[in-house]
């Protein structure tokens, strides 16, 4: 079992930044791939980026790609999410997650997830 917290959420001015962080309970966390993934109202849940157990391997949508950068440390059981250049179209609730599974672009295979940081960038 994996309980997830997300924080760092806020208000931004386009082309801020912000650093989102998702602390883990449960001494597996080094066992599962983390991944960030956000909705937008009136929207589907989107993946944004995702990273494997020891830190590796990082993959990122391309709307995000160049921009924000994923980041785990395992001895802390968290998983952050460094957002520069924001725009407004990244408003959404971010969401942190964790798979075991292969496919990490697809939320279908999380298992576990967290309640959510509300992102909001003003144009």
């Known amino acids: 079992q994996v309980q997830l917290v997300e924080s760092g959420g806020g208000l931004v001015q386009a082309g801020g930044s912000l650093r989102l962080s998702c602390v883990a309970s449960g001494r597996t966390f080094s066992s599962y791939a983390m991944g960030w993934f956000r909705q937008a109202p009136g929207k589907e849940r989107e993946f944004v980026a995702a990273i494997s157990w020891t830190g590796g391997s990082t993959v990122y949508a391309d709307s995000v790609k160049g921009r924000f950068t994923i980041s785990r440390d395992n001895a802390k059981n968290t998983v952050s999410l460094q957002m520069n250049s924001l725009k407004p179209e990244d408003t959404a609730v971010y969401y942190c997650?964790?798979?075991?599974?292969?496919?990490?672009?697809?939320?279908?295979?999380?298992?576990?997830w967290g309640q959510g940081t509300q992102v909001t960038v003003s144009s």
């Open positions: 997650a964790a798979t075991r599974h292969s496919l990490w672009s697809s939320g279908l295979h999380y298992s576990y």
